[in-house]
Every structure is written in C-alpha cells, then in structure tokens.
C-alpha cells in the first residue's frame, strides 16, 4: 500500500486535486497497486483561523507518508509570502526535497507562443536545485526604515548540494536516452565564488558520465537559447533561483501553467508534486480551471514510487484528451474541470 499525503491547498486547489485523485484511483485500479489518500487542510483558510502555517508535528507526520500530492498554495487574504514560507518553502527544506524537476514537454494540440515551434522542439528537462542559494534566508536588515537602510541576502551553497544536484541531473539525462546532453546554466562571469564552485563540480561529475556530453550556457544565454532554439536542450541543471526562473519560462514556452507539473524530490525520502500554477482564487467554485498539470503532476508521483506503468498510461490518456480540448486557458477548455478528469480517468487503460 502506497500511502499518499494530499494538500489541496487553497481557492481551486480542491477542484484540481479532486479529479487528479480520480484518475490515480482509476489507474490504482486498472494496474492493481493500492493508494490511500490522507488529506490534510494546511493552507490560507487554516492559517486565519489559527495564526498556524503548519501544526509542530507536520514534517513527521509527512515523513509517515510514500509521496505528497499538492494542490495548490495562496490565498488573497495572507499577506504574500507568509505560506510560501511557511508551508512550500518548509516543506522542501526540512524534507530535504532538494531537487525541483521540471519536465518542459508541448504536448500535441497545446499552443506555443514560440514561431514556427512544435512538440518535436520543446521536449527538455530542468533539474533545479532547491534548498539552498538565496532562498535560505541568510541575511538581514541594518537601519531598517531609514534613509541608510541596508539590506542583505546571501546566495549559500555547499559542495554537497551542488554535487548530488549535478549528479541527479547526469542521471536524468543517462535515463531519457534522448541527444544525452547536460546543461548547465549558470553565470561563471559575474558570480564568481558561488558559480566556480558549481561548475567545478560540474566538470568533476562529468568524468563519471562518459556517454552524457557536458555543456555550459550562461543564464541570460539560455533563457534566449529557450525562446529561440529550445530543441537545443536535452537536461539543464542550475541553481535555486535561476531555476525559479526559467521553469516559469519552461511552462509558458509548453502552452501555460495549465498543463505544467513538477516534483520536489528527495530520492531517498518523501518527495512532493504539484501543478506550477497557482490557486487561481477567482475561478474558485466555477468548475472552469485546468486540472492537467495536477493530473500529470500526478502521473510523475506514481513514476517515483515505482510506477511507470501507470505514469504512462495516465500521460498518454492525458495527451488524448488534450486533443479534444479547445484551450488550455480556464474557461475556454471546451469541458469543465470535471469532465477533463472524467475523461482522462475512463482512458487509463494497461497496454
């Protein structure tokens, strides 16, 4: 029995997660492996009426679990920045998600905003590292308030995190089969001390991946490189806040958050998975939002626990109804929230 922890999350994080859990139920069943589901209400609604982010027992309590499945986090009645600390940001640091991947893939009948591009062209993964960096919050303020204030953040990494980073993303690239590159994105030219120790490592590494081609972009060459010749790219890895960056790049380039997933993955414990997009707290109720990127965010949940299997049979249903579909935008999908969930359920099917 794999055992799920589901955070629905806030405004429509409910409605997607509800008929994400559908269809892993239906593929539960049609591969005949056990799920059950553990849903917890930690979200905006929550922290107003108790002033809590996360209770003192969440963290063990999660790592009791197989996997986490997320919805989605933000309310418009939390000042921005308190959940995402409190809840997101916490989740992967104390768990030690230290990978954020990002598959960038257009799936046949999604539209681009990039000319003259289509599926064959858009299809790389980004392997983001996601717990040190800036986000840690070293820093601080001195004369806070004050014509003379001064604020500091620190960018912080350790050999350690950058190495088992790096060797995911190797890894990642072995395992696609695809043109067997690594990128990394960095700026070596500017961020010296930080950025040495990231592509040092990365030149190590490479030695013990003779059959993966390394290569080196700067950061504002990639996200040119993204827009103007994504097919380029095969794997890129970089560091926390550049990855920030460009997997929101990644997902407009693959047709919008409407159909991006990702995973904060610890390899050797209790991984995370969610849609990109936000709550979208105005079509809250309305039965009108997109519920493909928590669908596949979904799929890659059960490829982590061991299920290919299923993973595949959910994508490829995914893709067929994503064909049926008049848009990925909320409201002009040509079904509603729960008929793409039907839909996509009554598809998984074993080969």
Not at 69 to 93: N, Q, S, W
Not at 231 to 246: A, K, L, P, R, S
Not at 280 to 292: E, F, H, L, M, W
Request: hydrophobic share 40%; aromatic share 8%.
């Amino acid at each position: 029995m794999s055992k799920i922890a589901v955070i629905p999350g806030d405004g429509t994080g409910p409605e997607v997660m509800r008929e994400g859990i559908k269809v892993l139920k239906k593929a539960s069943k049609v591969f005949s492996f056990p799920l059950s589901f553990t849903q917890f209400d930690w979200g905006g609604d929550r922290y107003l009426k108790t002033g809590v982010t996360l209770p003192d027992d969440a963290i063990s309590t999660l790592r009791e679990f197989d996997a986490i499945y997320l919805g989605a986090i933000g309310h418009p009645d939390v000042k921005p920045g308190i959940l995402e600390t409190g809840i997101l940001l916490r989740l992967r640091f104390e768990l030690d998600q230290y990978i954020n991947l990002r598959p960038v893939k257009l799936y046949p009948n999604v539209e681009t905003p990039l000319a003259n591009k289509g599926p064959a062209d858009i299809d790389f993964v980004i392997v983001r590292e996601n717990v040190e960096g800036l986000y840690i919050g070293s820093g601080g303020f001195l004369k806070k308030g004050t014509p003379d204030e001064v604020a500091i953040q620190e960018m912080i990494y350790t050999r350690k995190g950058v190495e088992r980073c790096i060797r995911f993303a190797f890894e990642v690239a072995r395992k696609r089969g695809g043109k067997k590159k690594l990128t990394m994105a960095g700026k070596t030219n500017v961020l010296t001390y930080v950025q040495d120790l990231w592509y040092r490592t990365f030149m190590e590494v490479a030695k013990d991946y003779p059959d993966i081609t390394p290569d080196y972009a700067h950061i504002d060459a990639t996200t040119m490189w993204m827009v103007k010749n994504p097919e380029w790219f095969d794997v890129v890895v970089t560091e926390n806040m550049f990855g920030d960056i460009i997997t929101d790049l990644g997902a407009i380039i693959q047709g919008g958050m409407g159909v991006a997933a990702g995973g904060n993955i610890n390899p050797q414990g209790v991984s995370m998975f969610e849609p990109i997009g936000g709550s979208a707290p105005k079509y809250t109720g309305q039965n009108v939002i997109n519920p493909v990127a928590t669908i596949l965010a979904g799929a890659m949940m059960l490829e982590q626990i061991g299920r290919r299997d299923a993973a595949a049979a959910i994508e490829k249903s995914t893709m067929a109804v994503i064909g049926k579909m008049q848009s990925m935008a909320a409201g002009k999908m040509g079904f509603s929230t729960s008929q793409i969930g039907d839909m996509i359920a009554a598809g998984v099917a074993a080969n």
